[in-house]
Every structure is written in structure tokens, then in C-alpha cells.
């Protein structure tokens, strides 16, 4: 069986006058993976962050730790992250990572970049980076969007926390082609099994059409 690199990501979020924000960087152009794209910090498990075959979770947990303060020079406890999600990359592709996701509240200090993982940072709501997105004024992967959007409507840090700690997702996305894109279904979406999104009943995908993203949930 492949064998998934573990990595860690981290959101970083505050209160702003506009709704609660998420620092999102953009990252360096000279790296092989999501060149370019504006992505939340984060990066591989490394071998200083614990035995990934003893404890992945909490190894996992001290890497989003360390790569928050190597590329971002944010320093936060690692007892303050709130797991919430965890993305495999689907079989086919040229990198394949199994990536814990974790929020933390921003700390009181500046963003202090490494210039060899990214290129610009900004505080953003989730909506306006959504609408840039759609704008095509920055690029988002597929669980960056994915996040954003079921961060859409919340109006606090502490209401963010609460609606992404509310469950640990687990997403194994099946690639569907379509005419105009592709249907990435997820577990809980009635065509994942069959990997068939033309079949009814409940919905957990997101759409990637030339006409626009479309994330959807349904019971």
C-alpha cells in the first residue's frame, strides 16, 4: 500500500470589525507543490515532531506548531490547536499527503515571513477571499475552498471554533470528470461508494466547473 506523507496545517484566526479573519499566505513561487497559491501555513511532519507511527495525531499536532513559527513567526501552544479535519490526497496524483487540520487564536504579534515557503500573507474573512477567488485575484486548493465556505457565515473566532471542533472530518476525495470540470464527492455524499455524482440523495462534494466552485453538504 502507498504510503501518504503526514503533514499539518494550521488556521490562525482573530476578531475583526468585519467578521473573525484567517491569515492566509501565498506561497513561493520556486515550490513544486501549489506554487503561487494562497494556502493556510503549514507543511510536512518531520521526524523532530514525534514518532508518526507511536502518535500521528500529536505529532501532527507539534508540526503545525513548528511550521506556523517557521513561516509565519507566529509562536502558539501546542495544548491551544483544536483539531478539526483531516485531507488525503486521492490516489493518481504526484504528491499524496495525509494532512491534519487544526485552529488556533491568533497570538499578539506580527506575521514575520520565510521567504523560502511564502511570498505575501493577508488577514482575510473567509467571504472576501472566496470573492477573490472567484474574482481570479488569488488561487485557492480544493480544501483551503473548502474550509473557507463552511467558515462563510460565522461571525466570531469563538463561533468558528465552535462550528469547526463541533466533529474531526475525514475527507478522501473521489475525482469525478464531467463535462465542464470535475465533482470532487466525499464520504457522506450519496455517489462516493459508486463514485457516481448523478446519483440522489445525500450531498458532500465540491463542484469544479469552469462556470465557478460549489461546495454542498446535505443530511
Known amino acids: ?17 468585519g ?13 513544486a507543490f501549489f506554487a503561487g497559491a494562497w494556502v493556510f501555513p503549514g ?22 506548531v513548528r511550521e506556523l513559527q517557521e513561516e509565519a513567526g507566529l509562536v502558539v501552544p501546542a495544548e491551544s490547536l483544536v ?20 485552529a488556533v487564536a491568533a497570538p499578539q504579534a506580527e506575521v ?3 521567504p523560502r515557503e511564502a511570498d505575501e500573507f493577508a488577514w482575510l474573512t473567509a467571504p472576501a477571499a472566496l470573492a477573490a477567488r472567484a474574482r481570479g485575484e488569488l488561487a485557492l486548493p480544493p480544501p483551503t475552498f473548502v474550509t473557507l465556505t463552511q467558515l ?35 464520504a457522506e455524499d450519496a455517489g462516493y461508494a459508486a463514485g457516481d455524482p448523478e446519483i440522489a440523495g445525500a450531498r458532500h462534494r465540491l463542484s469544479v ?3 465557478g466552485w460549489h461546495y454542498e453538504r446535505s443530511g
Not at 19 to 25: K, T
Not at 160 to 178: D, E, I, K, N
Request: aromatic share 8%; net charge neutral; with cysteine.
Open 1 to 17: 500500500m502507498e504510503r501518504l506523507r503526514p503533514a499539518a496545517t494550521v488556521l490562525v484566526l482573530r476578531d475583526a470589525a
Open 19 to 31: 467578521g473573525p479573519e484567517l491569515l492566509l499566505l501565498k506561497r513561493a513561487q520556486n515550490l
Open 43 to 64: 507543511g510536512s511532519v518531520d521526524p523532530e515532531d514525534g514518532d508518526i507511527e507511536d502518535d500521528l495525531p500529536s505529532a501532527a499536532c507539534r508540526a503545525a
Open 83 to 102: 483539531g478539526f479535519a483531516r485531507w488525503l490526497t486521492p490516489p493518481g496524483q504526484a504528491r499524496r499527503f495525509d494532512t491534519f487540520y487544526f
Open 112 to 114: 514575520r515571513l520565510d
Open 152 to 186: 462563510s457565515e460565522v461571525r466570531s473566532a469563538a463561533e468558528a471554533f465552535r462550528t469547526l471542533g463541533s466533529q474531526t472530518v475525514q475527507y478522501v476525495p473521489r475525482l469525478c470528470p464531467v463535462a465542464d470540470g470535475s465533482v470532487h464527492l466525499y
Open 209 to 211: 466547473r469552469s462556470a
